[in-house]
């Protein structure tokens, strides 16, 4: 299984981006999927999440209202929509996997997830 997470780079602040997770080895409409971000220093925190049905998601407190996740299962690939960035958005961002099984209120756990992205970079400039 590989989950290749893209589309990170430089933006301004109230700009917008869109990462994309590409999973290989796994259907990702019969998983779970996560982003994750960890800015320098800090800990790995969670920032959204969308169930294997599609039907629900779950976002951090801080980027409700910004954030987007989503997926299209014909490409096999989710996506989180990054709007109105604030510098505080500064940090790499992955994506994962879970298995079906894990409940919504748990996919803001990392230990939930049994595979990563490599991490895409997204720097927001004030």
């Known amino acids: 299984v590989q989950l290749q997470a893209s589309g990170g780079g430089l933006v301004q602040a109230g700009g917008s981006l869109r990462l994309s997770c590409a999973a290989s080895?796994?259907?990702?409409?019969?998983?779970?999927t996560g982003w994750f971000r960890q800015a320098p220093g800090k800990e790995r925190e969670f920032v959204a999440g969308?169930?294997?049905?599609?039907?629900?998601?779950y976002y951090l407190d801080f980027v409700k209202g910004r954030f987007r996740i989503s997926r299209d299962n014909a490409e096999n690939a989710v996506y989180l929509q990054m709007n109105n960035l604030k510098p505080e958005d500064t940090a790499t961002y992955y994506c994962?996997?879970?298995?079906?099984?894990?409940?919504?209120?748990?996919?803001?756990?990392?230990?939930?997830?049994?595979?990563w992205g490599q991490g895409t970079l997204v720097t927001v400039s004030s």
């Open positions: 080895g796994r259907t990702i409409s019969s998983y779970n």
């Open positions: 969308i169930r294997w049905n599609g039907g629900s998601t």
């Open positions: 994962a996997s879970a298995p079906r099984t894990t409940i919504l209120s748990s996919l803001r756990q990392s230990k939930y997830y049994d595979y």
